[in-house]
């Protein structure tokens, strides 16, 4: 249960005053939807309104505050024409301009006679001086009010500056004093002052460089919520160490079999990885091991090897897949391998309906099945193993630590490998997954022909195609990427149409097309058809799996790199150079390129190490936008930036690690004041671990 302590902060925004549902509505779309959400909205800017020149001082295109009488107000001939107060002080004359402006509301608010403060950008025009729309206009006394660094905060459509200030406002009168959770003498260190007093100062930035994330304010908050990160990270992991895992100690026979039935030798990474899964299985503990490797680096067969140990004890094992696709691929890859051993391998997803269905679940209750390769379809209730010792997760970032977790109950003790593509960089992982234990595949298996990448213009579209055409001639097979234009699938799916259109005109059949809103049943058809069939240019949003496995396909070409993120282009990239002709990766570029994106396109052309490019695009963009799409399953923060902050994360790390061994149920004053961080920062999934208290 949510402390009380924080039931102000969880409260919708449209409880605090002058905020009606329609505010409510945009400040969701630029925050969220509670208080809280606006706490965490930080100022990206500051205006200075210090300087209070007099009017005949006052220079063109500045930012003056300035105290002035009201002479008149002359209110236009039409509604095309502005509204216009005239002002002055001892030096000269001022214009305060108005579009679209309500007579009344101005009347009342100058009225003619008196003096006022008013403060915004001054303008030049034909020998007169004038502000149109002033920021603030005010009464003498209340000059301090608005003589001063203005915090300037990412506003939406619709949405004012001063509306928003408003709500700010309201919602730091609600800050309930918090217990101190952080560490007493990482705080005296670094001088930080109570979490209130830094949102407070960060809210209010007395310099330019009070906006730096390495403010000591901002510091302190990013610091709080990596904190909450790691430490609801390590309950997990605490958790899962406290429930019973068994020792799978198979006698190898299996293994020695399948060394003779695999048509290459394993590479040194493999081996090292499989050791290290086998060492971990062994032990009474339940695993969580993550195994990262880039796309191609022979993660299925590394999990299907590690299967085995499981097997010779007369345990079940699963394969999940986050796409029926990639679920039916590995179990297509695995297929073969495992009927050499004589093991029973079985595909499962929510496709498979009717009595079929029913046939396998019975097979599966009855340990008939060995192996269980599917989708998250295996999550269903009627799922039931007769006894699963071993779980592979191929997540590709796209399942959360919950479905992890809903998994392991579906069988006692489980022991289970988390496999990604995504090379992420250290940190990172470190904030997704926390402690678990890493197995790397860092080296390719042998005869991989290095990618050639070059970046090419987009207006040199037709060389791209007719290059496109002779790596046909010569069979191979082609990717083509298109843009991702928004975030909306309908405009994706019409920019591929039509660059689908295109290529078929000059190609014909052998084009095919897939997007994320066709059906999954025409999307696996047409890959299909690229995979084994007549199609031989796949045109795509990014819907292509990550996974998929075309060996002949030499080509790809991405429209508009500029808009992907490193990581997307590396594993897009990564769907050629599989087979054993060279390939060519093409990245097309919308013109002119800004230094950020000349960057990023360089990293690639130089490097085809995931990791490397991984740690880079962090540097270049930030953690915010590393892995660019939303549904990459990392977590995001609010404050906390991975680029600027990475030192507080090893410090937040250890600190987790130390509370957890010192007071596992975060039962001491710290660990209650703890408590009521994880909640602040929605780790509500996390306390459920403790026992209560
Ligand atoms: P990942 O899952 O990491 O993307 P895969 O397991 O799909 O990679 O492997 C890619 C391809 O490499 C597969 O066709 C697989 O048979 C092959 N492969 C895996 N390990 C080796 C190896 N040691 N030597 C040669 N080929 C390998
Ligand atoms: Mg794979």
């Given at each position: 249960m949510r402390p009380e302590i924080l039931f102000p902060l969880f409260a919708e925004t449209t409880r605090l005053q002058g905020v009606g549902p329609r505010l409510g509505k945009l400040l969701n779309t630029l925050a969220g939807p509670h208080v809280v959400?606006?706490?965490?909205?930080?100022?990206?800017?500051?205006?200075?309104?210090?300087?209070?020149?007099r009017i005949a001082d006052a220079p063109h295109g500045v930012v003056c505050t300035i105290t002035v009488t009201v002479v008149e107000h002359r209110a236009p001939p039409n509604r095309r024409r502005p509204y216009v107060v005239s002002c002055t002080d001892e030096s000269g004359m001022l214009d305060l301009v108005f579009f679209n402006a309500k007579a009344d509301y101005l009347t009342q608010l100058l009225p003619v006679g008196t003096q006022r403060v008013v403060s915004g950008k001054v303008e030049h025009y034909n020998n007169s001086y004038q502000m149109p729309h002033p920021d603030h206009m005010v009464a003498p006394e209340n000059i301090e009010s608005i003589m001063g660094l203005e915090p300037v905060y990412p506003l939406t459509q619709g949405l004012t500056p001063k509306v928003l200030r408003k709500a700010l406002d309201g919602a730091m009168a609600r800050l309930p004093k918090m217990p101190e959770w952080g560490d007493a003498p990482l705080i005296a260190r670094e001088r930080w002052a109570p979490w209130n007093e830094s949102l407070r100062a960060a809210h209010a930035p007395a310099t330019h460089e009070a906006l730096s994330p390495l403010s000591p304010a901002r510091r302190r908050l990013a610091y709080d919520e990596l904190l909450a990160n790691q430490l609801a990270l390590?309950?997990?992991?605490?958790?899962?160490?406290?429930?019973?895992?068994?020792?799978?100690?198979?006698?190898?026979?299996?293994?020695?079999?399948?060394?003779h039935a695999l048509p290459y030798t394993l590479t040194g990474a493999q081996r090292m990885a499989l050791a290290e899964i086998a060492g971990d299985m062994a032990e009474t503990g339940r695993m969580l091991r993550l195994l990262q490797g880039d796309v191609g680096s022979g993660k299925t067969v590394v999990a299907f090897l590690a299967?085995?140990?499981a097997i010779e004890m007369g345990c079940q094992t699963a394969l999940m897949a986050p796409t029926e696709i990639l679920a039916r691929q590995h179990y297509q890859s695995i297929e073969p391998l495992a009927a050499a051993l004589g093991l029973k391998i079985a595909v499962l997803t929510g496709r498979d309906k009717g009595k079929a269905r029913r046939a396998l679940l019975e097979e599966l209750a009855a340990g008939e099945v060995h192996i269980l390769v599917g989708t998250h379809a295996l999550f269903q209730e009627d799922v039931v193993f007769h006894d699963l010792a071993f779980a592979v997760v191929d997540e590709q970032h796209r399942f959360g630590v919950h479905q992890?977790?809903?998994?392991?109950?579906?069988?006692?003790?489980?022991?289970?490998?988390?496999?990604?593509?995504?090379?992420?960089?250290?940190?990172?992982?470190?904030?997704?997954?926390?402690?678990?234990?890493?197995?790397?595949l860092d080296e390719k298996p042998p005869g991989r022909q290095p990618i050639t990448t070059r970046a090419i213009p987009s207006s040199r579209l037709e060389e791209v195609v007719s290059a496109v055409g002779r790596s046909l001639e010569a069979g191979s097979k082609a990717y083509w990427v298109c843009p991702l234009v928004e975030e909306s699938e309908v405009i994706d799916a019409a920019a591929?149409?039509?660059?689908?259109?295109?290529?078929?005109?000059?190609f014909g059949e052998r084009v095919g097309l897939v997007h994320g809103r066709m059906k999954a049943a025409e999307k696996d058809a047409v890959m299909e058809a690229?995979?084994?069939?007549?199609?031989?240019?796949?045109v795509a949003t990014t819907v292509i799996e990550v996974g998929v496995d075309v060996p002949q396909a030499t080509v790809m070409v991405i429209e508009h790199a500029e808009r992907f993120g490193l990581a997307q282009l590396h594993q897009l990239r990564g769907r050629v150079g599989r087979g054993t002709g060279a390939s060519t990766c093409l990245l097309m570029y919308q013109q002119p390129l800004g230094e950020t994106a000349k960057a990023r396109l360089k990293v690639l052309r130089e490097t085809e190490d995931g990791f490397r490019i991984a740690e880079e695009d962090l540097r270049l963009r930030g953690s915010g936008e590393v892995l660019g799409t939303r549904q990459s399953g990392l977590p995001t923060f609010r404050v906390a930036d991975l680029a600027v902050h990475g030192d507080l994360l090893e410090i937040a790390r250890a600190d987790a690690r130390l509370i957890l061994d010192r007071d596992p149920d975060l039962k001491s004053e710290r660990g209650q004041a703890l408590r009521v961080l994880l909640y602040l920062f929605e780790r509500d999934a996390a306390v459920q671990f403790l026992k209560s208290g």
């Open positions: 959400d606006l706490l965490w909205l930080l100022p990206n800017g500051v205006i200075d309104r210090r300087f209070a020149p390590a309950m997990v992991r605490q958790h899962q160490k406290r429930r019973k895992g068994r020792a799978i100690k198979g006698t190898c026979a299996l293994y020695e079999k399948a060394q299967m085995l140990g992890r977790m809903a998994f392991s109950d579906k069988g006692a003790g489980l022991d289970m490998l988390v496999m990604t593509a995504t090379p992420i960089p250290r940190t990172l992982a470190m904030t997704a997954y926390g402690d678990l234990d890493v197995s790397r591929a149409e039509e660059r689908h259109h295109h290529l078929a005109s000059v690229f995979k084994s069939g007549d199609v031989d240019i796949l």
